[in-house]
């Protein structure tokens, strides 16, 4: 069995999208189909308004995936709760190979949205404001040609850029005062951190019931392994300091590749690993290897500030294989 995490970055259509659909497809579906995934976990995934059709949908995802293996595979994701129609920007996808049995999102299910009066606000805030996930997780349960279930957390968590506090910018990336800056910078982190431990909750609950259920969280957690958000979803011995508590910790997979090959983005030069595959101990007994396809990355801040319309992702692929589920494809 292939696992695979890969953020798309913004896939779209025109008028919206820099770059016609075409340009991106030769660029991503090479990847996509190198990666020869049984389950493919897709972040930022946009939807579209298309003729006929009253709800938003992938059609940009659908042009990435005609012809492929992926076409025909079990689709899980996120809507709105209200019209379950998908987001306009950055929808969660997981595609497989074998039958989704159940599919729904996790947001604010167990981390209720925190209370906050901004302190820089200009004019000064008069009340608290909710702090809320920019996007749910994503939970697929597969059903395994063997018999078993497979639970797999697909996250895209908030990324380390501040967000906006009131009067306190003057462009998208320029502030009117330090104070404003550190103060957005730590709003983003309550989210990520909340919503880390919102998805360590819900995999407790899991280990609870079972301790042997197969688990996977994986996608783009914007964070390094040594980081809160990583820290908080893996449970460390280390950090809980009960030996009784390490059968349910999760096993970051992206640490057995070589330290010169561990990186899933390049940031002012600097190569980090931000893209995760986490998986639960009795999965874990199945592992067998992991990749990331990252040849081919440029910088992401010099591909912003210098390349004109770039077609690709400035995030690897990252593809873990697990032994003992055969089964044809579909």
Request: with cysteine.
């Amino acid at each position: 069995m292939r696992v695979a995490t890969f953020n798309l970055e913004s896939l779209d259509l025109p008028p919206r999208a820099p770059r016609p659909i075409e340009a991106r497809i030769d660029m991503l579906r090479p990847e996509l189909e190198r990666a020869a995934a049984d389950v493919l976990c897709l972040q930022e995934v946009n939807g579209q308004r298309v003729p006929g059709e009253p709800l938003r949908v992938l059609a940009a995802l659908d042009q990435l995936l005609e012809g492929t293996r992926y076409q025909g595979y079990y689709r899980s994701v996120t809507h709105h709760a209200h019209d379950q129609g998908v987001a306009d920007v950055h929808n969660l996808v997981t595609l497989s190979r074998w039958p989704v049995l159940e599919s729904r999102l996790l947001r604010h299910d167990f981390i209720k949205p925190v209370r906050y009066r901004a302190v820089t606000a200009r004019p000064p805030a008069q009340d608290d404001e909710e702090i809320g996930f920019d996007r749910p997780a994503l939970v697929t349960e597969i059903g395994l040609p063997d018999g078993r279930t497979l639970c797999v957390v697909n996250c895209h968590l908030r990324a380390p850029l501040a967000s906006s506090v009131q009067g306190q910018k003057q462009a998208p990336f320029v502030w009117n005062s330090i104070s404003g800056w550190a103060e957005g910078f730590c709003i983003s982190s309550i989210k990520r951190n909340a919503q880390a431990l919102e998805i360590r909750l819900f995999v407790d609950q899991l280990l609870e019931k079972d301790l042997h259920a197969e688990i996977l969280v994986l996608g783009d957690l914007n964070a390094e392994d040594n980081e809160s958000p990583v820290r908080i979803l893996v449970g460390a011995e280390q950090d809980t300091g009960n030996g009784a508590l390490a059968a349910s910790s999760l096993i970051v997979l992206d640490r057995g590749l070589p330290q010169d090959r561990r990186y899933s983005v390049v940031h002012q030069g600097r190569p980090q690993m931000l893209d995760h595959v986490l998986c639960s101990r009795a999965l874990y007994g199945r592992f067998k290897e992991i990749q990331v396809y990252n040849e081919a990355l440029s910088d992401e801040a010099v591909s912003y500030a210098r390349v004109d319309r770039p077609t690709g992702s400035s995030h690897a692929c990252i593809v873990a294989e697990f032994a003992d589920v055969n089964a044809s494809a579909n």
